[in-house]
């Protein structure tokens, strides 16, 4: 292994890289200094590779979301989506740097390509054991080129002595005022560092250097991985006529169910003897939970059972969409459920969620009916990209305004709030309570809420370039317009 030149100036900026992932990523909370840090980090791979990539068009989807995850930070202040993007965005973003790296012919939409990923982890792993002893193998040569052993000698007991003096100094220097005095005097500076942090830091920005330089020398390199293994022909298949049995079976049971309870499924108040929480909340998951195993069943069934002739064929077709249509008209059902829940005790992250998944699977449904006609279509693949644009449109769409807004809205009708829910929400959640105070500034513990929250904005870690939040800035100056 040898270094040339150009590689040293690369591990000089990947050691740049690593002290901006440390400045940007462990002084107080994570906001604005998450995008600067993905903008010079792309800026380096784009630079070391000379824009020579693979896969553009879904490269560019994935930058768009991880330029859009990233800057979420910036633009919201999400209690749920903060703790998931911070790992969410680096795994998407190694995924996207290996795939965009790797051969135009290999196929991303396979369990091969998930391979492919661990193993450049892996490779990068191997690569950094190879270059620590390279690196051994240069300082025992440097050593050799000293022949004065007894420089080295002192070079190493001065070497020694340092850690020793950073420990000793300090203490001595508490220990006795004039001696501090003295000592500050001497180097012109205070001296006031905390060993340990400065420790973790520096060794922090050193891993992480070398793990960007590790990861940037094994991506981009052919190994036997890039070489797709074609599927066996010998998997195990389901006969068709059995397939088509479990199918007739389940559909019959969808369609005497739907049919029995049609009016109970859209009926637009509550029937005799059931409250809401029997009528909306319970019957709402377990309608979730058929509709995925539905999609379980027709993934499997679409995989692996192969018909033996044309109308077996038909057949099951036929029985796939009818399951598809029984499914959706299950999951209708469900988002009336929750609408009905949610207009009875409130807005909450964990209902909105709920309707944007049923949303989702909609969707996912709708594409696997065009998929059970046409099968030349690929499925994993929208699968996989449809669950990413999914995952950034919840991002994007700022759920917790939405919260709030429609939780307001049901104030005015109804005069019911939880304005401790408010509270345990992000900026939003504050910008809510302020509406709330000047609509009534009577609602009870209202005003003690916002002081509270005055006082946290004030005192917390927000003062930092690195923690700068537009939707934090905008709360805390209404909160000050408010003069509490």
């Not at 049995?245 to 019959?252: A, G, K, Q, S």
Request: net charge positive; charged share 20%.
């Amino acid at each position: 292994m040898r270094t040339k030149q150009r590689e040293w100036l690369f591990l000089l900026t990947c050691l740049f890289l690593g002290f901006l992932a440390n400045i940007s990523f462990l002084y107080g909370e994570i906001e604005v200094s998450y995008i600067i840090f993905i903008a010079f980090f792309y800026t380096v791979l784009f630079v070391r590779f000379k824009f020579s990539f693979e896969h553009r068009r879904i490269g560019l989807l994935l930058m768009a979301g991880i330029w859009l995850l990233a800057g979420s930070f910036l633009l919201f202040d999400s209690t749920i989506f903060y703790p998931l993007n911070l790992l969410v965005i680096p795994a998407v973003v190694f995924f996207h740097i290996v795939l965009i790296t790797s051969p135009a012919k290999l196929n991303w939409g396979k369990l091969s390509f998930i391979r492919l990923v661990t193993g450049k982890l892996a490779d990068a792993l191997r690569y950094l054991t190879n270059y620590l002893r390279y690196i051994g193998r240069i300082m025992a040569r440097s050593r050799r080129r000293v022949k004065n052993r007894t420089l080295r000698q002192i070079l190493l007991g001065i070497l020694l002595t340092i850690p020793i003096l950073i420990i000793i100094v300090p203490l001595l220097m508490s220990a006795d005022a004039v001696f501090q005095e003295q000592i500050e005097n001497l180097f012109i500076f205070r001296i006031n560092v905390n060993l340990v942090e400065v420790g973790f830091r520096l060794a922090f920005t050193v891993v992480a250097a070398i793990f960007f330089f590790c990861i940037f020398q094994v991506i981009g390199k052919k190994t036997k991985r890039e070489i797709e293994i074609p599927e066996t022909p010998n998997k195990k298949t389901l006969p068709g006529i059995v397939a088509a049995t479990i199918l007739m079976l389940l559909n019959t049971l969808y369609v005497l169910f739907i049919a029995l309870q049609f009016q109970y499924f859209f009926h637009e108040g509550l029937l005799d003897g059931f409250t809401y929480a029997d009528y909306a909340r319970r019957g709402f998951f377990e309608l979730i939970l058929v509709t995925l195993i539905n999609w379980t069943i027709l993934l499997v069934f679409m995989k692996r059972v192969r018909p033996e002739d044309d109308k077996q064929k038909r057949l099951l077709q036929i029985l796939y969409s009818i399951m598809i249509f029984a499914s959706g008209i299950l999951l209708v059902s469900a988002w009336q459920r929750l609408t009905l829940y949610e207009a009875a005790y409130g807005f909450t992250m964990d209902r909105l969620l709920a309707h944007y998944f049923m949303a989702f699977l909609l969707v996912i449904f709708a594409y696997t009916l065009i998929r059970v006609w046409l099968e030349n279509l690929p499925i994993l693949h929208f699968y996989l990209i449809c669950a990413f644009l999914f995952y950034c449109l919840l991002n994007a769409v700022n759920l917790e305004e939405t919260i709030v807004e429609n939780n307001l809205e049901r104030y005015e009708v109804t005069g019911k709030i939880d304005i401790h829910y408010f509270s345990n929400l992000g900026a939003e959640g504050i910008k809510g309570l302020v509406q709330l105070y000047e609509k009534d500034p009577e609602i009870p513990g209202l005003k003690g809420l916002l002081i509270d929250k005055k006082v946290q904005l004030e005192n917390g870690e927000g003062e930092s370039w690195q923690a700068f939040n537009f939707a934090r800035d905008e709360a805390k100056e209404l909160l000050e317009e408010l003069g509490l």
